[in-house]
């Protein structure tokens, strides 16, 4: 297995306010789902960047995923061509919109 991927931005930005939900996060998505062996890590970046354009997310979250994809060995042709693949189930517009975050974490 590679190295663990652990997360704190749960506790660190909604701790106080939202305790469960930043154990949720930080304990189950990033320290349990994230870890889990099935998928390699690479692959569950490529699945996320996909899920979020889907569902119409161009923001943080997507530019933080984004750069989590790169900084796991998703190459500039790679992301290319799966935003454009997933354009064409998910809409153009989101195409769009997720080529320019692309474009800046790739630079």
Known sequence: MSERIKQTAGREQLGD?????AHLNDDVLFGEV????AIDVK????ITVVSLMA???ADSSLTYHLVNAKNNGVTKEEIAAIITHATMYCGWPKG???FRLAQEVWK
């Open 96 to 98: 769009w919109a997720v």
């Open 17 to 21: 306010f939202a305790p469960m939900f």
């Open 43 to 46: 692959t569950k970046c490529i």
């Open 55 to 57: 569902s119409g997310i």
């Open 34 to 37: 994230w870890n889990e062996e």
